[in-house]
């Protein structure tokens, strides 16, 4: 029962081009959204995050967009750089506090997309 | 110098074997994690450790066992491995138990049972 699901396992953009990131969740108790990009035979980065007290969140060439109604983010990037090519996961959470032994704040991770900017 | 450093990278074992995985952080980080890539490539959180005290522990065979000597150090046995065991195992840190700026990963262990 995967509660994060990135249903493009890959995506191809002309650089200078706007990358857009899809991700969907079921679990209506999270809360706290994050995104993370991953180079082959590194670990995954934390690239930005978003509390579902807002709908926007901005950080540079990266937005992430949430609408919970959908149950539904997406990032956007803008404008799109060869180096940008990696993995992107995004992952949930409920709460921002890991109070252990319960379900707050442990990340829930999607299975990643793709991309690939071409020069 | 590595933020999150896992040793080894790559590991290739028999069935049957046991195996540790060793984690470093040297960014005074107080909480730890271990998370496994599948082979749909979901991260699943294994365990999490908040100064050097067990407070994940999720639906994981107890063939598993972590443990932290201390709060940079998070280490992974595995006893009596299964081909199911294959996967990439990815070792974490956080500053503390608030997820806003959220891990920093190591580069993973490549586990191959054969």
């Known amino acids: 029962d995967q509660q994060v699901k990135q249903n493009s396992p890959s995506l191809s953009v002309q650089e200078g081009r706007i990358s857009i990131l899809n991700c969907d969740y079921t679990n209506s108790m999270f809360d706290y959204f994050l995104w993370y990009k991953k180079y082959p035979a590194e670990g995954p980065t934390f690239l930005i995050s978003i509390s579902s007290i807002k709908d926007k969140n901005e950080d540079g060439r990266f937005t992430v967009f949430l609408n919970k109604s959908a149950k539904h983010l997406s990032l956007h990037i803008v404008p799109s750089q060869p180096g940008d090519s990696a993995v992107y996961f995004c992952?949930?959470?409920?709460?921002?506090?890991?109070?252990?032994?319960?379900?707050?704040?442990?990340?829930?991770f999607g299975q990643g997309t793709i991309l690939t900017v071409h020069p | 110098d590595t933020a999150v450093s896992q040793t080894p990278k790559y590991l290739v074992t028999q069935m049957g074997n046991d195996k540790s995985i060793k984690c470093e952080q040297n960014?005074?980080?107080?909480?730890m994690y271990w998370y496994k890539q599948d082979s749909k490539k979901f991260l699943k959180i294994m365990f999490s450790y908040n100064n050097k005290e067990l407070i994940i522990n999720e639906t994981v065979p107890n063939r598993f066992s972590p443990k932290s000597p201390d709060k940079a150090h998070l280490n992974l046995h595995i006893n009596s491995l299964e081909l199911g065991d294959s996967a990439v195992y990815f070792c974490a840190s956080s500053q503390d138990l608030v997820i806003d700026y959220g891990y920093t990963f190591g580069s993973g262990t490549r586990l191959t049972v054969v």
């Open positions: 960014l005074g980080h107080d909480t």
């Open positions: 992952a949930a959470s409920r709460g921002r506090v890991n109070a252990g032994g319960t379900s707050y704040g442990k990340l829930t």
